[in-house]
């Protein structure tokens, strides 16, 4: 069965810490993508990142980065330097266009992230 | 690029009225959108898979003629909730799924509505 794991429910940094928000998900297609979204208080969910599952290659974007092992079946966020405007709450999503054939998400239940200043 | 529009972004409703939500796809056009529900401190919930030109998709324990779902263009889905009462009061999401060019596949979700009913 497909499934996305996010362990932890909330999390709390101060300002300038790094966070990693872990993921881990479950499928039995050898093609899907993986998702990162940001929720923040306005409820808009903003996407982040897409990853397929051809591509192990890691990505760094500003104080974001993206870790994505196969191995582990796990695609985990790493935000460097927190600031205030990162608190929100953070969803990983699987999409699998073999099974779902209309690539609907598998969302995990999100981490809520709260930067203290 | 990849914006969706969603309107209103709140109604307050008596029940027993419907309410219609509309979601846009501004710069892409969107064979698939999707509308999902959102309770307070919760994940997204898929309500049903809005397909252009045909009927749409509902997920399990999802009332198809409750939650009414029309997608008559590209860029245009709608989701009426008829009969609307105090437990259909919720965070209603939608998004659309891009069609073409490197992020192909991926959902751009609208800024939500939030229904209250009376």
């Known amino acids: 069965a497909q499934k996305v794991t996010q362990a932890q429910t909330e999390i709390s940094v101060v300002e300038k810490e790094d966070v990693t928000l872990d993921c881990v998900y479950e499928t039995r297609d050898t093609t899907y993508y993986l998702f990162w979204y940001k929720q923040p208080p306005s409820g808009e969910l903003v996407f982040l990142i897409r990853r397929n599952s051809f591509d192990e290659q890691n990505e760094i974007s500003g104080r974001y980065s993206w870790n994505f092992q196969k191995s582990t079946s796990s695609f985990n966020f790493t935000i460097t330097a927190s600031q205030v405007v990162d608190s929100a709450v953070y969803f990983c999503a699987l999409s699998e266009p073999a099974t779902s054939g209309t690539y609907k998400y598998i969302f995990g239940t999100g981490t809520r992230l709260k930067v203290l200043a | 690029g990849a914006v969706v529009s969603q309107h209103p972004s709140w109604v307050i409703c008596k029940s027993g009225t419907s309410v219609k939500i509309e979601c846009r796809s501004l710069?892409?056009?969107?064979?698939?959108m999707f509308w999902y529900r959102q309770f307070p401190k919760q994940s997204l919930m898929l309500m049903a898979t809005?397909?252009?030109?045909?009927?749409?998709?509902?997920e399990q324990g999802v009332e198809k003629d409750k939650f009414l779902i029309n997608h008559a263009s590209l860029t245009l889905s709608t989701l009426t909730v008829t009969s609307a009462h105090p437990e259909d009061s919720s965070f209603y999401i939608c998004?659309?799924?891009?069609?073409?060019?490197?992020?192909?596949?991926?959902?751009?979700f609208g800024p939500g509505t939030r229904l209250t009913v009376l």
């Open positions: 998004s659309a799924r891009h069609n073409s060019g490197a992020l192909i596949n991926t959902q751009y």
């Open positions: 710069d892409f056009q969107a064979t698939t």
């Open positions: 809005s397909n252009e030109g045909s009927k749409a998709t509902y």
